[in-house]
């Protein structure tokens, strides 16, 4: 995950380019939730299948030292975390029953997409209690070379039945001065809009 330093500084002429978006739940306070997390992962091309690529190792010492090596998954998994264990930065938005940050991600120009989510109570003396999604979803965007570009609030909605429900809505105005406050050079960059819809 590369999510943007205050000090950053945008640059069109870049390979890269900037996801914004806001990251939510709902039904849930998240002053009772120890972590909270959405996966994301980057797309092949169209005209292309995903392979599945796995290490292998000929010999012990080999696999000595490749295990070491392995801390990303193949398939580009990157983990956006909008509430960590250990997280100092209090969070960008409180409304009514929602809860979450404004997030933006530096990337390499392509398609992504989130697909599941992770939320974690916190352990008491009887253990804490992790929930996910039991099918993944869809939630695709794309990024492109030196641009930014606006995707909407992601939120999970996590009933009192634990059933979820996920949804995305432009709250561009908002998330934009929210992200202009925390790095002043977003303010400097055009920002296009492109919410999409999420996909069972």
């Known amino acids: 995950m590369s999510l943007i330093r205050t000090d950053y500084v945008f640059d069109p002429k870049q390979p890269e380019g900037l996801a914004i978006m806001s990251l939510t739940l709902s039904g849930k306070p998240m002053e009772k939730v120890s ?27 080999q696999h000595a030292r490749g295990v070491s090596r392995l801390t990303s998954r193949a398939d580009g998994d990157r983990r956006i975390v909008a509430k960590g264990p250990n997280s100092i930065e209090p969070l960008d938005l409180r409304e009514s ?16 997409e989130f697909y599941t989510w992770s939320l ?32 909407g609030q992601l939120n999970l909605h996590l009933s009192e039945w634990k059933t979820q429900k996920i949804t995305v809505e432009d709250r561009r105005e908002r998330d ?7 790095v ?17």
């Open 120 to 151: 974690k109570d916190p352990a008491g003396q009887s253990g804490g209690t992790e929930y996910g999604s039991q099918r993944p979803f869809s939630y695709q965007f794309v990024v492109k070379p030196g641009r930014a570009t606006y995707i």
């Open 97 to 112: 029953e929602t809860a979450g940050r404004v997030a933006s991600l530096h990337l390499p120009a392509g398609a992504y």
């Open 176 to 182: 934009l001065a929210l992200l202009k406050k925390k």
């Open 184 to 200: 002043p050079s977003i303010g400097e960059a055009l920002v296009a809009s492109e919410v999409g819809r999420v996909q069972p």
């Open 35 to 61: 972590s909270f997390e959405y996966r994301l992962r980057k797309l092949p091309p169209k005209d292309g299948k995903a392979v599945i690529a796995r290490p292998y190792f000929e010999s012990l010492k």
